[in-house]
């Protein structure tokens, strides 16, 4: 079954990091563009970052260098790693795979992982 | 940055065809797709590359992109129809969503 996991959400304050994980099932990380989503309380989706499947790597401005995306392809796993958080990255993230070229849309997605920023 | 606009929020009467537009700068040399999302829950594709369904989408759903608007018509809406649905595209290696459309079937 085609399937990804999210893991790793969280209080924590502001400042603070957290590393989300989101495992997959199904099929291979690496072969596909893995992106990043997420939705604060109550708004709309937000894209944050995105995987190529040849390695690069592309965030939006608002989380641009501080969050990291990355994969571990003996774990098929994807991560992302969130520094200097603040409180308007309180939201529920999602991981999501997008087939090897742009316009594919985002078929699979995972329930979504807790972040919340708050002192 | 790039941008999508969408309409906050669409009614529609149950059998009737609803159409939600989503409008960008020259958005008819992108792609666009379409999830829903109710609440609770993660989204769902059910248009992208503009007009295709993914398998398991019902035949009620199609999607069009002309000059600086894409449509999602739903056709024959029902009540589980009812749900967010946001538009998106690619510009150049980053990703927008547009901000959303809450349909309503009353």
């Known amino acids: 079954e085609v399937q990804l996991v999210e893991s790793g959400g969280g209080l924590v304050q502001p400042g603070g990091s957290l590393r989300l994980s989101c495992a997959a099932s199904g099929f291979t990380v690496s072969s596909n563009y893995m992106s990043w989503v997420r939705q604060a309380p109550g708004k709309g989706l937000e894209w944050v970052s995105v995987i190529y499947s040849g390695g690069s790597t592309y965030y939006a401005d608002s989380v641009k260098g501080r969050f990291t995306i990355s994969r571990d392809n003996s774990k098929n796993t994807l991560y992302l790693q969130m520094n200097s958080l603040r409180a308007e990255d309180t939201a529920v993230y999602y991981c999501?795979?997008?087939?090897?070229?742009?316009?594919?849309?985002?078929?699979?997605w995972g329930q979504g992982t807790t972040v919340t920023v708050s002192s | 940055s790039y941008d999508l606009s969408q309409p906050p929020s669409v009614s529609v009467s149950p059998g009737q065809t609803a159409s939600i537009t989503c409008s960008g700068d020259k958005l008819e040399d992108k792609f666009v797709c379409w999830y829903q999302q109710k609440p609770g829950q993660s989204p769902i594709l059910v248009i992208y590359?503009?007009?295709k369904r993914p398998s398991g989408i019902p035949e009620r759903f199609s999607g069009s992109n002309s000059g600086i608007t894409a449509t999602l018509t739903i056709s024959e809406t029902q009540a589980l129809d009812e749900a967010d649905y946001y538009c998106?595209?690619?510009?150049?290696?980053?990703?927008?969503f547009g901000g959303g459309t809450k349909l309503t079937v009353l």
């Open positions: 999501a795979r997008e087939g090897g070229i742009q316009g594919n849309g985002m078929d699979v």
């Open positions: 998106q595209a690619w510009d150049r290696s980053t990703v927008t």
């Open positions: 590359q503009d007009t």
